[in-house]
């Protein structure tokens, strides 16, 4: 079994020192007109790789792109639906974050790719493995305002098709890991079938290795079975919702690349180094997974300062160091 630190999606734009203000300060000029759509664009790029850059620095072996040019987790792919408009904001989960609330007014359909040129760009300016993120079909059309005249499952159907186009794009690009985020089935365990039949067109399209289906905000535990039998190459949990979730786990196996957000991204109080490896070895000692990824447990870029951020990624890679010496003495 091998193990790696990663990253789970969003990284802060700005931080403390000076030349970390460069997004903020563009971001001002765009919205005031003072400069054009491409050199903004120019700009986010310049934060992209200094972004990535730093998750390099921190040690992790899994980067992002930090998800710099999202305004939040669900709008951002709604710019390539036709059909969706954005509404007012809309509190995310339990969280103190807003997202842009899409409203689907007509069956949606594809209006041009969004993530494609991200991937590429942040592939472009490292050598490192790069994890693409994101929305699933289930949550996005949970959290959007249906206005289309479908039925609910009809419309996860629809956007699941574009999600699809999306996924098989990144994978023609040579994205090895795609992180698709379902947070939301946690709080809605009876639409699972919904859920899963939507998901699995994006498997269909992309290759079910390279997925990871990833949840987070909510207690995996009851579902966690039931996730098992989703075909996907990994599953990602938020441990911080879920502390039994280990046991599970240890009891019931995984087949799979299993990805713990194991630290917390939402709270500034740094883990212990000894209380990530006890869950570690609990799960290395009781699966047959190939791989375990070590992540916070959401995006950083939403929640904490970007130099807690950056030592939260730190932890990680010293704990898979630890891991490592402890496996080549054993």
């Not at 699995?200 to 990871?212: L, N, Q, S």
């Amino acid at each position: 079994m091998e193990i790696f630190a990663a990253n789970h999606s969003s990284y802060p734009k700005i931080g403390d020192a000076p030349d970390q203000q460069t997004h903020r300060i563009a971001y001002a000029r765009w919205e005031r007109g003072e400069i054009s759509d491409e050199e903004f664009e120019k700009i986010q790029d310049l934060v992209v790789k200094d972004v990535i850059e730093e998750q390099k620095r921190a040690g992790i072996q899994i980067v992002t792109d930090g998800l710099i040019r999202w305004y939040d987790p669900i709008s951002h792919i709604a710019r390539g639906i036709d059909g969706c408009e954005i509404n007012g904001l809309l509190r995310f989960f339990d969280t103190n974050f807003y997202f842009r609330q899409p409203v689907l007014k007509n069956r949606p359909r594809r209006k041009q790719p969004v993530l494609l040129r991200e991937f590429e760009y942040a592939k472009s300016v490292t050598d490192m493995p790069v994890k693409a993120v994101m929305i699933g079909p289930y949550t996005f059309t949970k959290l959007s305002i249906n206005m289309s005249g479908l039925g609910f499952e009809d419309l996860v159907l629809e956007v699941g098709k574009i999600l699809a186009e999306e996924a098989k794009d990144l994978s023609k690009a040579g994205a090895e890991l795609i992180q698709v985020e379902e947070p939301a089935i946690l709080k809605n365990v009876n639409e699972f079938e919904i859920f899963k039949s939507a998901f699995e067109i994006i498997t269909k399209e992309a290759g079910e290795e390279r997925i990871i289906l990833t949840t987070y905000f909510g207690d995996v535990k009851p579902l966690y079975e039931r996730l098992l039998e989703i075909r996907v190459g990994g599953l990602g949990f938020d441990l911080t919702y879920s502390p039994n979730l280990p046991d599970l786990i240890a009891k019931v196996g995984c087949e799979k690349d299993i990805w713990l957000g194991i630290v917390d991204g939402r709270n500034t109080k740094m883990e212990r180094e000894e209380d990530i490896l006890r869950i570690v070895r609990k799960i290395a000692a009781n699966t047959e997974s190939r791989r375990i990824f070590l992540m916070p447990s959401c995006g950083l870029g939403e929640y904490l300062p970007r130099k807690v951020a950056f030592k939260k990624l730190v932890l990680l890679s010293k704990v898979v160091e630890r891991w490592k010496n402890e496996q080549e003495q054993a």
